[in-house]
């Protein structure tokens, strides 16, 4: 098996990131579990989900560099309705994070209906919140035998994305000028406060459990490989 490039995460970043470092074996939820699929590039990979609730199954799919955390608000009240599975994209949160992995849109809506397999789900309800709706869509385009209804949560869409000049940044001829910018942590806290997620209370906590994931081991490649095919993926998908 041919393993793909490693990527390196630059200082600055690399200390915010590992001073919120968590123990990832452990679920942020008390319902939280590791499932195992088949992932095609890799065998076998653990996907963690949180499940709660009964009647019809409805996943929820979050958006860049998140987790099934960014649910923690919505998976109690969806339960008194619904079967909800807040799923951690590989490479993402509390799943395993291999760099060999396929981390396009159509590796990840592979990955979801494979989810689905293994949980015994026929069809299901998606709730996508960024790129998760961008992930929503195109399995009801590629599989609208396997989903039901789709809520999209501020989809993502064709466009400049920020992130995607970040993953150019880190190729190897790059790397070296962008890891000596000073305080890199700090903007991306900033950023997350003032861009990303404004109105949004990002205290330490939130940083924590946002920030956590990444410092696990193969985390910020499959974010710069996500990043770097965001439009192609998108205008392909726009296509359909």
């Given at each position: ?95 395993e994070k291999p760099p060999e992995a396929g981390y396009r849109l159509a590796d990840r809506a592979d990955r ?129």
């Amino acid at each position: 098996m041919v393993r793909k490039r490693s990527w390196a995460m630059p200082p600055g970043l690399f200390r915010a990131v590992r001073r919120h470092r968590g123990d990832l074996r452990h679920s942020w939820h008390p319902d939280g579990r590791w499932v195992q699929i088949d992932d095609p590039a890799t065998g076998p990979v653990l996907i963690h989900i949180v499940s709660a609730g009964s009647g019809p199954d409805l996943i929820l799919l979050h958006g860049y560099v998140q987790s099934c955390w960014c649910w923690r608000h919505n998976i109690t009240a969806l339960a008194e309705h619904f079967t909800v599975h807040g799923v951690c994209a590989l490479g993402f949160g509390w799943s395993e994070k291999p760099p060999e992995a396929g981390y396009r849109l159509a590796d990840r809506a592979d990955r979801t209906t494979r989810l689905m397999d293994v949980l015994q789900i026929e069809t299901a309800h998606m709730c996508g919140n960024s790129l998760g709706g961008a992930l929503a869509l195109h399995l009801a385009a590629t599989r609208p035998d396997r989903v039901g209804k789709v809520v999209l949560v501020n989809p993502a869409s064709p466009g400049r994305y920020p992130m995607a000049g970040l993953a150019t940044l880190m190729r190897p001829q790059w790397r070296h000028a962008f890891s000596s910018i000073p305080g890199v942590g700090a903007g991306l806290w900033l950023g997350l406060q003032a861009a990303a997620y404004r109105g949004v209370n990002v205290d330490e906590a939130y940083m924590r459990n946002f920030l956590a994931p990444l410092a696990d081991d193969g985390a910020i490649e499959a974010a710069l490989t996500v990043a770097r095919f965001y439009n192609r993926d998108l205008n392909a998908l726009r296509r359909r």
